[in-house]
């Protein structure tokens, strides 16, 4: 690990704080600008039932009877220090509505994105090795018919099928393994996508340089050609479009919560997107723009570690080396 690399991390850093926190930042100013005024919708709503002096203290420990810079200010230095303030429905704290839901969240998510890399896998081997009289031309197609559905139809299918005609699992049962399953399904389809578009184009450009000519001349099989020579450098552009992939996940898991009835950070978004709880909104919209920077940074450190034809210059900039160098480098490796 170099200087020039210590440097472009530390640009990197600085780059995702200064994203961070202009996100924050136009967050809650969208969030203030949002039409009603929260405080006669939910703290006067005679349901309730908080008298005056109640809605005098909530006004007070939440700061919304002073100026909207010292809202700000104080709203962003408690969010940096892990404090996302009280729900304004329930008058419970926000990190705790998030703990409870955020489980069911994580697994959708990490299941659907399993899910994805293993079509965008199984997809692209069929693309390099299956001939075209046996469906190669289908299976290209696939990425674009997988983009052009969207989530919640896969879902709705998915329900309709499994668990109405086959009973596989029950909807009143959304967190059961095969809801899950089914609901991950629906979710991780268009994201890989994406990923299997990219890998596709690599693979097809890497199959064609001289050191895979080399290995197919030695008589190596093809599973092995592609997992030992042709999957490795195809797969690290996936890196970025899977770093971008991680926020469809997060706003599609808003969507396919709600097509399979589960309880996680999608329905509580969807009630406080109804009950205009902004607290909750403001921490659930700030934290998925921390997590969505965090992993396209991560990323961004992590290229030029897997690729050493990457050359960092002057920072955040990457250039990798011609295609006839890595080639001949590849194959020299190859034919040792």
Do not use: C
Request: no cysteine.
């Amino acid at each position: 690990m170099n200087g020039g690399y210590l440097s472009y991390a530390a640009k990197r850093f600085a780059q995702a704080a200064v994203v961070i926190l202009l996100a924050y930042v136009l967050t809650f100013v969208v969030v203030s600008i949002l039409p009603g005024d929260p405080v006669t919708n939910v703290l006067r709503d005679p349901q309730n039932g908080f008298s005056e002096d109640q809605i005098r203290q909530i006004i007070a420990a939440q700061g919304l009877d002073k100026p909207i810079p010292v809202q700000l200010w104080t709203s962003l230095s408690n969010f940096v220090a892990g404090d996302l303030g009280l729900s304004m429905r329930s008058s419970r704290p926000v990190t705790t509505l998030i703990a409870e839901v955020l489980p069911s969240t994580l697994i959708l998510a990490s299941a659907a994105f399993a899910i994805a890399l293993l079509l965008a896998l199984t997809i692209a081997y069929g693309t390099q090795f299956v001939p075209k009289r046996f469906g190669q031309g289908l299976l290209r197609g696939f990425p674009s018919l997988f983009l052009s559905v969207p989530n919640f139809v896969i879902g709705l299918v998915l329900i309709h099928i499994f668990g109405f005609q086959l009973g596989l699992f029950r909807v009143i049962a959304p967190d059961s393994f095969w809801a899950t399953f089914f609901a991950a399904i629906a979710l991780g389809v268009p994201v890989s996508a994406r990923i299997t578009e990219v890998l596709i184009a690599n693979l097809d450009k890497e199959s064609e340089q001289e050191y895979a000519a080399v290995a197919r001349s030695r008589g190596l099989g093809q599973a092995r050609l592609f997992a030992r020579h042709l999957l490795k450098p195809s797969s690290l552009p996936v890196v970025t479009v899977i770093a971008l992939a991680i926020g469809e996940l997060l706003g599609g898991s808003l969507i396919t919560e709600t097509v399979f009835g589960r309880t996680g950070v999608g329905s509580l978004v969807q009630r406080s997107v109804s009950t205009q709880d902004l607290p909750v909104l403001q921490a659930v919209v700030s934290l998925a723009a921390v997590v969505f920077v965090l992993v396209n940074l991560i990323a961004d450190l992590v290229y030029p570690l897997l690729d050493p034809r990457v050359k960092l210059i002057g920072g955040p900039r990457v250039r990798p080396t011609t295609a006839d160098d890595a080639a001949t480098a590849t194959s020299a490796a190859v034919t040792s």
